[in-house]
């Protein structure tokens, strides 16, 4: 079983709609989840992190968190093509130092 | 602050050859990471530290060094080259003692071994 994983895509969305990109996570002891995303060709951006069980909301992203079942999501209000990218889980397990992240969910916003 | 500066962006190495990739951050960070990209997947762990003078191996450590003599600088050195080392290579920090911050990353260097 991966640490972290993710569905490879390519998720289509239509422009506008909203876009759903889920994770799970095998270490219990984990500690803080992240999304990053990846254009092509370039290094990851930080957009999202949680440390708590719930819903965090920042403009149009919604991060959820539950611990529970191990389950990590990131929603996509009012999808833009700028929104096209790789989205890439990331969690901070019990081993505080390092970040082990997942294969990515390749995203493409449809005009 | 220019973060993480990553040098070089691109090179090709022949089989056999040895190259430095150089890392070095301006924030102060503690903690330092080197990770490797293949095409469409995600992020395999090489090595980090936590701190000057303590390194740690990854999830794909073999044919590589680091050192980290300094705070700022994690160089990644590859030895003998081979093909498999074709990659993207990120380098990337973070603050130490918040769990709730994630990395900062740099550039990137396209490597091709030929």
């Known amino acids: 079983q991966k640490e972290v994983e993710q569905n490879s895509g390519p998720l289509s969305v239509p422009e506008g709609a909203i876009a759903s990109l889920n994770c799970t996570y095998s270490?219990?002891?984990?500690?803080?989840f992240f999304w990053y995303r990846q254009y092509s060709g370039k290094s990851p951006e930080l957009i999202m992190f949680i440390y708590s069980n719930g819903d965090k909301e920042d403009g149009r992203f919604t991060a959820q968190l539950n611990k529970a079942s191990q389950y990590v999501s990131l929603l996509i209000r009012d999808s833009q093509p700028s929104d096209s990218a790789t989205y890439l889980c990331?969690?901070?397990?019990?081993?505080?130092?390092?970040?082990?992240f997942g294969s990515g969910t390749r995203l493409s916003i449809r005009p | 602050n220019a973060g993480v500066t990553q040098t070089p962006k691109f090179r090709i190495l022949k089989i056999g050859q040895s190259m430095t990739l150089q890392c070095t951050q301006d924030?102060?960070?503690?903690?330092m990471y080197w990770y490797r990209q293949d095409p469409g997947m995600g992020l395999k762990l090489i090595y980090y530290?936590?701190?000057?003078?303590?390194?740690d191996k990854g999830e794909v450590p073999n044919g590589y060094n680091v050192s980290r003599s300094t705070t700022e600088d994690f160089p990644l050195r590859l030895e003998l080259a081979a093909p498999s080392q074709t990659s993207v290579y990120f380098c990337a920090s973070s603050y130490s003692g918040e769990l709730n911050y994630g990395y900062t990353f740099g550039s990137g260097t396209r490597l091709t071994v030929v």
């Open positions: 924030m102060n960070h503690n903690y």
């Open positions: 270490d219990r002891g984990s500690q803080s």
């Open positions: 530290s936590v701190g000057a003078g303590i390194t």
């Open positions: 990331a969690v901070r397990g019990s081993s505080a130092s390092k970040i082990i």
